[in-house]
């Protein structure tokens, strides 16, 4: 067996069509349909059911293409710690993160990674909280830095701070903080929430915490980035409920009045998978 096997299964794989297969690869139809019935007489299973009109995957054909996935994804990662040792580095760590978590966790770590393990480089990327899972399942992403109750059993989370919530006003907003004696206060305004996309643990988080104070809030606008959110309050068209963490870093003329009388809180954590085999991550996760 051959590499170009396991690439041309996974491209007919991925087309369910072998003519649209063949163009991707650049090779011709029937050329293609050989290499796939080589692979398949050097498996002795067959992969795929087909006939005129269709193209499907087998039983045997589905696994193979998810095993297919992690040994190229896998001969990837490979190739490139090759190159990072062939050109004196020691390695790579893949980063994904939350946006709140770049205001102080995420330059602690990296500033830590610098002082004790100078030669480890990072790729960091600004994703939601299922992207980040997703992507470490499938060996893509390193760490992960997400707001999460739980994750698959098969991952490792670590709490890494503990944050109150904050509302965020307009500047001029007529209730000072000293008049600011519970959220029930402003149930009758207009807010500007993080979508559930990017996290729906800390998105009923924020719903839990208006319906404590007996009311639900009246939701104008969504969005999965702080600054979009600060700027549409700063620009009066309602007000939010974010971590207290969020007012650093941010130069805007909005104002934050940390929320009293909750005991609801929004927790950050890193996220691995113990079963990665980048020795990178060995030699960071002490420092977290």
């Not at 610098?114 to 992207?131: A, F, M």
């Amino acid at each position: 067996m051959e590499l170009r096997h396991l690439s041309y299964f996974k491209a007919v794989a991925e087309e369910l069509n072998f003519r649209k297969a063949a163009e991707k690869l650049f090779i011709s139809q029937p050329g293609l349909s050989r290499q796939i019935k080589q692979l398949e007489d050097m498996l002795e299973v067959k992969l795929l059911e087909r006939d005129q009109k269709h193209v499907k995957l087998t039983a045997a054909g589905a696994y193979l293409k998810g095993e297919v996935d992690f040994i190229l994804n896998h001969l990837e990662i490979t190739k490139s710690q090759l190159k990072l040792i062939d050109s004196g580095k020691v390695g790579e760590l893949r980063i994904g993160f939350l946006g709140s978590a770049s205001n102080r966790v995420l330059p602690d770590l990296l500033a830590k990674i610098n002082q004790h393990h100078p030669l480890i480089t990072s790729s960091l990327e600004e994703l939601s909280n299922s992207v980040q899972v997703e992507m470490i399942q499938k060996d893509k992403l390193d760490l992960g830095f997400v707001r999460l109750a739980s994750v698959a059993e098969n991952l490792e989370m670590k709490p890494v701070m503990k944050d109150s919530f904050s509302l965020v006003v307009p500047i001029d907003h007529p209730i000072p903080e000293s008049q600011f004696k519970s959220i029930s206060q402003f149930s009758e305004e207009s807010f500007i929430l993080f979508s559930s996309d990017y996290s729906n643990f800390y998105y009923e988080q924020i719903i839990g915490i208006c319906k404590d104070a007996g009311f639900s809030p009246k939701i104008r606008h969504k969005s999965v980035h702080a600054l979009t959110i600060f700027k549409l309050v700063e620009n009066g068209l309602g007000i939010a409920i974010v971590p207290t963490s969020l007012k650093e870093g941010y130069d805007l003329t909005v104002r934050f009045m940390e929320i009293p009388n909750t005991n609801r809180y929004s927790e950050l954590s890193v996220i691995w998978k113990p079963g990665n085999r980048n020795q990178a991550l060995n030699q960071v996760l002490p420092l977290i």
